[in-house]
């Protein structure tokens, strides 16, 4: 009967209401009138095939979009905190300064009323991303069908039946600190491990990869299962993988069950799934083939945490 959550400026976390959920649980006329056929196309989508997905306009009427589970906060600022210093505009947040960073040269800083922020905070720093209007909150497939060769878009989806341009946070991160991506791993660099990291789809590397290495990996990314196995029989040090499970040619089971099977150095090497499916079958099959953890696709805090463990692991091993 609830189709997400959302934050208010206040901090207070606010549940959003599916009123054709209500009239699917409450039966009646009601509910079999209140499926349009968009709803009931929507309906033979699982959850695990939707991403919650942030709708937003910046610098022109055309919406642009980026996954809800990477933003940290939505803001409405009042544009008397904004300062202007070194150059550059920032406010005070939350005890610290903040950068505010625009989408593009089309978005103008207002000098009145409040100015909306997409908020992204990791390990103690905050980066506010200026837009024009914070539009809606929805749940939709989420498939690149156009590349983007511009800096800051990944490209072009079909989000709620409209052309929809999805950001690469990879992007803008540096843009706040220029060390944001890079800083962790020089603190950990004596600690550093070597990632795998097989994804057949381009949006999530760039996504992921600046995540992984942010928290201090260093990170070697291929697009199949065959690239995968190629890294690994070069020689080429490499301490876990991170795997896609839905791929062409070879699926991530299919990539386990050949790393399991092959070398004996590799043979005990860790590996974690990362996918959209997260059913009880899937999971139990991924045990099967040997994966040492399970991880859903946008739980970025998730993995980190699995690559944690696993690099805990190894280190009372050593």
């Known amino acids: 009967m609830f189709s997400g959550n959302i934050f208010l400026g206040d901090g207070a976390v606010i549940m959003i209401i599916d009123p054709n959920g209500?009239?699917?649980?409450?039966?009646?006329v009601a509910g079999q009138h209140a499926v349009t056929e968009e709803n009931a196309t929507q309906h033979h989508l699982s959850s695990e095939d939707?991403?919650?997905?942030?709708?937003?306009?910046?610098g022109s009427p055309h919406p642009k979009a980026v996954p809800l589970s990477l933003v940290?906060?939505?803001?409405?600022l009042d544009t008397k905190k904004i300062e202007v210093s070194n150059g550059r505009p920032l406010i005070q947040y939350r005890g610290q300064l903040m950068p505010l960073i625009r989408v593009n040269d089309?978005?103008?800083?207002r000098s009145e009323g409040t100015q909306p922020l997409?908020?992204?905070?990791?390990?103690?720093?905050?980066m506010g991303l200026v837009v024009d209007e914070i539009v809606d909150i929805v749940e939709d497939r989420l498939i690149i069908e156009v590349p983007s060769e511009m800096p800051g878009l990944l490209g072009s989806a079909v989000i709620k039946g409209q052309a929809t341009e999805i950001i690469d946070v990879g992007h803008y991160l540096p843009?706040?600190?220029?060390?944001?991506?890079?800083?962790?791993e020089k603190r950990?660099?004596?600690a550093a491990r070597t990632i795998l990291f097989v994804e057949d789809s381009p949006f999530f590397r760039n996504m992921l990869t600046p995540v992984l290495r942010s928290a201090g990996y260093t990170v070697t990314t291929v697009a199949g299962g065959q690239d995968a196995l190629a890294v690994l029989k070069s020689g080429n040090k490499v301490d876990m993988i991170v795997t896609d499970i839905e791929m062409p040619g070879m699926s991530g089971f299919e990539l386990a069950q050949a790393?399991?099977?092959?070398?004996q150095r590799t043979a005990n090497l860790p590996i974690i799934a990362l996918s959209a499916l997260t059913s009880p079958e899937a999971i139990e099959r991924g045990r099967q083939v040997g994966f040492h953890d399970y991880v859903a696709k946008f739980d970025r805090p998730g993995l980190i945490a699995a690559l944690k463990e696993q690099t805990a692991n190894m280190g009372e091993a050593a």
């Open 118 to 126: 997409l908020v992204f905070s990791d390990d103690g720093r905050s």
């Open 175 to 184: 843009l706040a600190f220029e060390d944001w991506l890079i800083r962790t």
């Open 188 to 190: 950990m660099k004596s």
């Open 22 to 28: 209500i009239a699917k649980a409450v039966g009646g």
């Open 72 to 76: 940290t906060r939505l803001e409405e």
């Open 50 to 58: 939707l991403t919650s997905l942030l709708i937003f306009r910046a």
């Open 106 to 109: 089309e978005v103008k800083l």
């Open 259 to 263: 790393v399991r099977s092959g070398d």
